[in-house]
Nanobody, 117 residues
Framework: QVQLVESGGGLVQPGGSLRLSCVAT????????MGWYRQIPGNQRELVAR???????TYGDSVKGRFTMSRDSAKNTVYLEMNSLKPEDTAVYYC???????????WGQGTQVTVSS
């Protein structure tokens, strides 16, 4: 059974930092494209960052230069380092694992990030 478990969310002041983690179990981690998405209630889910295959991370325009995604294949884990956080970064952040060739697409349960003074 595939599971993606996110952690690291919480309340942080504007300008602060958080590090999200996502541990993947039950899948062949190296075969999957991994991504972070976020969603505000009433809005569509938005791409934050992703790593396709063994390539470099790509980022949504609103987080470029502030967020860094990394991948540790030894731990089946992806991370999202978030710096210079803004109130508009407040959302539920979701981890995603996708294997397009076999139409596999999995989501974590999400972790809340709130940026507020």
């Amino acid at each position: 059974q595939v599971q993606l478990v996110e952690s690291g969310g919480g309340l942080v002041q504007p300008g602060g930092s958080l590090r999200l983690s996502c541990v993947a179990t039950g899948l062949s981690f190296s075969r999957y494209d991994m991504g972070w998405y976020r969603q505000i209630p009433g809005n569509q889910r938005e791409l934050v960052a992703r790593i396709v295959g063994g390539g470099a991370p790509t980022y949504g325009d609103s987080v470029k230069g502030r967020f860094t995604m990394s991948r540790d294949s030894a731990k089946n884990t992806v991370y999202l380092e978030m710096n210079s956080l803004k109130p508009e970064d407040t959302a539920v952040y979701y981890c995603n694992a996708k294997w397009p060739m076999w139409n596999k697409d999995y989501w974590g349960q999400g972790t809340q990030v709130t940026v507020s003074s």
